[in-house]
């Protein structure tokens, strides 16, 4: 399968600062990645130069193809940056119309396009009296226009509210289920965790973590949470079989095992049999994972 975003080796440098070394990557169609990275690790200077606003110093880098920033690629990548900004005076309607017209795409489709991100109700309205949400919908109507291969989203959620995340990323999957390619930073790492594909991590301009989620938790090997709840009257003796169990709120034992040991721990646990009243096993989340290797990085 041909990459719809291909880097090798990518290097950046901003006088004496390196921005980005040596980076790596690949964005098959059909797949959600997320970027994650601390304020400084290199993620806008990575997305402007896949957009072909900067140039790069080392490596090589496709896009669709093509060369970053050419007629061929810009074609089909759409972007939406954190902050969208459009024309107050303008309506929803007006302003996707001229996007549109831009493309060299039918306007008519303004309308559509804003109801598949929930503005059909406040198209007509001037954009100077839409909320930072409906701003940010607007941003990712225009990113729709053209049926784009990459999609380049810079905090793409931002002032949007529960539902309206929620809405957003249904909308995403629909497009990945198209074949189009997305990459999106994000810091909100609870989002990211259920709904991307594989996850990126940057710091200090180098590329520390690659791969899915489960890939992420086996390099990192952090420990898995167990919360036990034992029956009534089963506190002590379920203390006395499980060794390193901590009490916990509500009478709960807390306790933290390797991953290899996960198995054997929930078999012990499982037979206690009616001396456990519920369990919970929580695993390490993405924030835990970015967090390792962002220390491991120096960070």
Do not use: W
Request: with cysteine.
């Amino acid at each position: 399968m041909t990459s719809t975003l291909k880097i090798s080796h990518l290097t950046k440098r901003f006088q004496a600062v390196e921005a980005l070394t040596g980076v790596s990557l690949a964005v098959e169609p059909g797949m959600r990645v997320a970027l994650l990275g601390h304020n400084g690790a290199g993620k806008s200077t990575l997305m402007k130069i896949v957009l072909g606003l900067i140039p790069f110093d080392g490596g090589t880098v496709e896009v669709c193809g093509a060369a970053p920033g050419s007629p061929r690629a810009r074609a089909q990548v759409a972007y939406l940056p954190e902050n969208a900004a459009f024309h107050p005076a303008l309506t929803g309607e007006e302003q996707i119309r001229q996007y549109l017209s831009l493309r060299g795409e039918n306007p008519r489709q303004a309308m559509d396009l804003l109801a598949r991100v929930g503005l059909a109700d406040a198209a007509r309205r001037r954009i100077g009296t839409y909320s930072k949400g409906m701003r940010q919908r607007v941003g990712l109507a225009q990113t729709l226009i053209g049926r784009p291969k990459l999609l380049v989203l810079d905090e793409p959620t931002s002032g949007l509210d529960p539902v309206s995340r929620r809405d957003f990323y249904a909308l995403l999957d629909g497009l990945a289920a198209e074949g189009a390619a997305i990459l999106l930073s994000s810091h909100v790492l609870t989002e990211v965790e259920a709904r991307t594909d594989r996850i990126l991590i940057l710091s200090r301009g180098r590329l520390v973590a690659e791969g899915t989620l489960a890939d992420l938790r086996h390099r990192a090997a952090l420990p898995v949470a167990l919360h036990v709840t034992p029956a009534n009257g089963y506190a002590a003796d379920l203390a006395a079989v499980l060794p390193g169990a901590r009490p916990g709120a509500g009478g709960q034992l807390h306790l933290d095992c390797p991953q290899s040991e996960k198995l054997a721990l929930l078999a012990r646990i499982a037979g206690q049999g009616a001396r456990v009243a519920d369990l919970d096993l929580v695993p390490p989340s993405l924030e835990d994972i970015y967090s390792h290797f962002s220390r491991r990085d120096g960070q």
